[in-house]
């Protein structure tokens, strides 16, 4: 299923999206300043990590790691967009070009992938993956004659004849591909790790074939290194159309090893949790991977799919189902951006919408553990449809991503509840992770309907408000958490979730969605108030060898 590969850059020209009517950029005063807005939505973090504590060893394998990362960035480019340097070349002012590296194109991700360049047309559901001319039934006809069409590894491509073809990610990206292996494998030899020697090595073989399911399973053996790195095609939110096509990305990382310490007994709670989920058995007769583990980690390098538009601040991998069964996954939570965005965005929302009687009940361990639990769920439920036909995401397509964030945040809320009454926290007070949820629903419902995760925070705003979750004061424009119905509406959302997907019912989540995924006139009033107080979106980056001190 994992497909990978490196082109050689076939030259994948969008004359369509590329700026056909817009030879110049707009240069007017009004342009400039709706630019500034625009990067205004974010703050900047630099990421950082006490290198003091690395050996020289593992102070020069970070050296190559970064590397390894920077090499991810251009073959992302040309999934999400193209041409880089061709859209460069059109902008002339230093703020729109930069808005363009943060989104990775010309489409701003927090305004739902509106054009911000004059004369871009609309951003294909699609993104890069496939021809612009191409319908979804033409895709799911030629498939029938060519599986590697629907691969999470091929770009998919139209031949001389005009038939669509797939190319291998190893023949498409196989400059910045072989780069990364190059990398990879010069860490592998300077690395004193055995177990993140043998799983570089086999990254960088993955790379070069287009096969990753030995170094996802040698990644799921690593359990005492300090250092870590996410790198290839693995999320698959940029594909709109279908949800099949894996977008490339880096996260390089040092473990926390203080806070991961504190993570490491709730993995093997998984199978209790898995048969108390509220949903007929049915939907829960796979059992977990008991081999996850959780660990905390600094981030000292985003690249590609990880770094555009809203942040990620923990990641659950590998996604191959068939290793998620077998050895379950690993979940990294991403201690130091999840600080900067509570700090800096979580923490002043609160201050404005959350009743003052409550407000001391938005906390960062809450948030971290909220986060945290969020990916554990991951790997509960189901991953195969009761028919037997294939995976959810599969039988889900493009709204699968979007509804297993959903089921992740109510399972992780269901999840903490029932620790908590078993007395497995140290901290059983799950008030706090309700307000501190609804809270950073605000936050990330912010990040618009091009970002799965603003998507399914929306979904859950509205189910939450509907079920009367949380009261919403006209008068002091705050909520007010009621625990009892917190705790009820997230027991009937997570069963609607799970039955979705075990009943892969495509046709009921779009019911679902039309019903739920909307912005209501309230809520339009209340990001306004946010927007109106200068709290950021999200957040970018200073980081590189030169900010490590590397």
């Known amino acids: 299923m994992r497909y990978r590969?490196?082109?050689?850059?076939?030259?994948?020209?969008?004359?369509?999206?590329?700026?056909?009517?817009?030879?110049?950029?707009?240069?007017?005063?009004?342009?400039?300043?709706?630019?500034?807005?625009?990067?205004?939505?974010?703050?900047?973090?630099?990421?950082?990590?006490?290198?003091?504590?690395?050996?020289?060893?593992?102070?020069?394998?970070?050296?190559?790691?970064?590397?390894?990362?920077?090499?991810?960035?251009?073959?992302?480019?040309?999934?999400?967009?193209?041409?880089?340097?061709?859209?460069?070349?059109?902008?002339?002012?230093?703020?729109?070009?930069?808005?363009?590296e943060i989104n990775?194109?010309?489409?701003?991700?927090?305004?739902?992938?509106?054009?911000?360049?004059?004369?871009?047309?609309?951003k294909p559901p699609g993104a890069n993956f496939y021809p612009e001319s191409m319908t979804k039934e033409e895709l799911e006809s030629a498939a029938k004659e060519s599986e590697d069409?629907?691969?999470?590894?091929?770009?998919?491509?139209?031949?001389?004849?005009?038939?669509?073809?797939?190319?291998?990610?190893?023949?498409?990206?196989?400059?910045?591909?072989?780069?990364?292996?190059?990398?990879?494998?010069?860490?592998?030899?300077?690395?004193?790790?055995?177990?993140?020697?043998?799983?570089?090595?086999?990254?960088?073989?993955?790379?070069?074939?287009?096969?990753?399911?030995?170094?996802?399973?040698?990644?799921?053996?690593?359990?005492?290194?300090?250092?870590?790195?996410?790198?290839?095609?693995?999320?698959?939110y940029e594909d709109g159309l279908f949800g099949y096509k894996a977008a490339n990305e880096a996260l390089v990382l040092v473990k926390d090893r203080v806070w991961s310490?504190?993570?490491?007994?709730?993995?093997?709670?998984?199978?209790?949790?898995?048969?108390?989920?509220?949903?007929?058995?049915?939907?829960?007769?796979?059992?977990?991977?008991?081999?996850?583990?959780?660990?905390?980690?600094?981030?000292?390098?985003?690249?590609?799919?990880?770094?555009?538009?809203?942040?990620?601040?923990?990641?659950?991998l590998p996604n191959d189902e068939r290793v998620q069964l077998e050895k379950g996954t690993r979940r990294l939570q991403l201690k130091n951006a999840m600080r900067a965005k509570f700090d800096e965005i979580l923490s002043p929302i609160a201050d404005i919408l959350v009743e003052k009687s409550q407000r001391e009940n938005v906390r960062f361990d809450?948030?971290?553990?909220?986060?945290?639990?969020?990916?554990?769920?991951?790997?509960?439920?189901?991953?195969?449809?009761?028919?037997?036909?294939g995976t959810v995401r599969a039988a889900l397509k493009e709204r699968a991503s979007a509804?297993?964030?959903?089921?992740?945040?109510?399972?992780?809320?269901?999840?903490?509840?029932?620790?908590g009454e078993r007395g497995e926290l140290e901290d059983d007070a799950v008030e706090d992770n309700y307000v501190t949820f609804v809270a950073?629903?605000?936050?990330?419902?912010?990040?618009?309907?091009?970002?799965?995760?603003?998507?399914?925070?929306?979904m859950q705003l509205n189910f939450l408000r509907?079920?009367?979750?949380f009261a919403y004061d006209e008068a002091t424009g705050t909520f007010t958490i009621d625990p009892e119905r917190m705790e009820s509406a997230i027991e009937e959302l997570a069963g609607i979730i799970l039955k979705f997907q075990g009943d892969g019912d495509y046709e009921g989540l779009g019911e679902f969605i039309q019903e739920y995924q909307r912005v209501s006139p309230w809520l339009e009033g209340v990001l306004s108030r946010i927007s109106e107080a200068g709290i950021p979106v999200d957040i970018v980056f200073e980081q590189g060898l030169d900010v490590l001190q590397l």
């Open 5 to 100: 590969g490196v082109v050689a850059l076939i030259t994948i020209t969008w004359l369509s999206l590329g700026l056909t009517s817009c030879q110049q950029p707009p240069e007017t005063e009004e342009a400039e300043h709706g630019i500034q807005e625009r990067l205004e939505k974010y703050t900047t973090v630099r990421l950082t990590t006490d290198t003091n504590e690395l050996s020289e060893s593992q102070r020069a394998v970070l050296r190559h790691l970064v590397r390894a990362a920077q090499a991810m960035e251009g073959a992302y480019w040309q999934q999400a967009y193209g041409d880089r340097d061709e859209l460069m070349s059109k902008l002339e002012t230093p703020e729109m070009k930069r808005f363009a």
């Open 104 to 122: 990775y194109g010309p489409w701003d991700r927090l305004a739902g992938n509106e054009p911000f360049v004059e004369g871009v047309k609309a």
């Open 149 to 236: 069409l629907e691969s999470l590894y091929t770009m998919v491509r139209r031949n001389d004849e005009g038939r669509l073809e797939a190319v291998p990610y190893s023949v498409a990206f196989e400059e910045a591909y072989g780069v990364a292996a190059a990398e990879l494998r010069t860490a592998a030899e300077l690395t004193e790790e055995p177990q993140l020697r043998k799983y570089l090595d086999l990254r960088a073989r993955a790379l070069l074939t287009d096969d990753y399911r030995e170094s996802d399973m040698a990644w799921m053996d690593m359990k005492d290194n300090t250092l870590d790195i996410v790198i290839g095609p693995i999320e698959t």
């Open 261 to 316: 310490e504190r993570l490491a007994r709730y993995t093997s709670l998984l199978g209790d949790l898995q048969r108390a989920l509220p949903i007929d058995d049915a939907y829960k007769r796979e059992t977990p991977g008991l081999n996850s583990d959780l660990n905390a980690y600094d981030v000292v390098y985003y690249a590609g799919d990880s770094n555009a538009g809203s942040k990620a601040i923990a990641v659950n």
């Open 366 to 389: 809450a948030f971290f553990e909220n986060v945290m639990f969020h990916e554990v769920a991951h790997g509960l439920g189901i991953k195969t449809t009761l028919d037997g036909r």
């Open 403 to 419: 509804l297993e964030e959903a089921k992740a945040d109510v399972l992780g809320l269901f999840m903490l509840r029932e620790l």
């Open 440 to 458: 950073s629903i605000f936050r990330s419902v912010r990040f618009g309907a091009a970002n799965a995760h603003g998507r399914a925070n929306l």
């Open 466 to 469: 509907e079920k009367e979750a």
